[in-house]
């Protein structure tokens, strides 16, 4: 869920409230008050914020959390086919991505440095 929330945070700059609402209408366990306070804390605008300059890298948590991709594999079916490490960065693959499967929409080091740039425009006006 964090991975998800500081993808739509701070990848593609949307409003934390976007997401959150999301996970409450979706999520079987939505708690309206530990949804709300964690999409705050990964958007780093909560009282009890992560630091603004954490942001998760989708690819380095899927190899970190499910280095032989069990899971991806399991619930992408575009996937399902390559094997072993090659379902976190099948746009790597010679060929491409198999045959449905999408190239990325961002490229995450561009946005991250997007992301640092805005909170640090953002916190040169608090002071």
Do not use: C
């Amino acid at each position: 869920r964090m991975v998800v929330a500081s993808f739509l945070t701070k990848d593609l700059h949307l409003y934390w409230t976007r997401g959150a609402r999301h996970f409450m209408r979706h999520l079987r366990d939505g708690d309206l008050a530990s949804n709300s306070h964690g999409w705050q804390w990964v958007a780093g605008t909560g009282t009890d914020a992560s630091p603004y300059f954490r942001v998760f890298n989708p690819v380095k948590q899927g190899r970190d959390h499910d280095p032989d991709g069990d899971y991806i594999r399991r619930w992408v079916p575009e996937l399902r086919g390559l094997s072993g490490k090659e379902v976190h960065e099948p746009w790597l693959l010679p060929d491409g991505p198999p045959n449905g499967y999408p190239l990325p929409v961002v490229d995450h080091a561009e946005e991250r440095e997007e992301t640092l740039r805005r909170y640090q425009a953002v916190r040169g006006t608090a002071r």
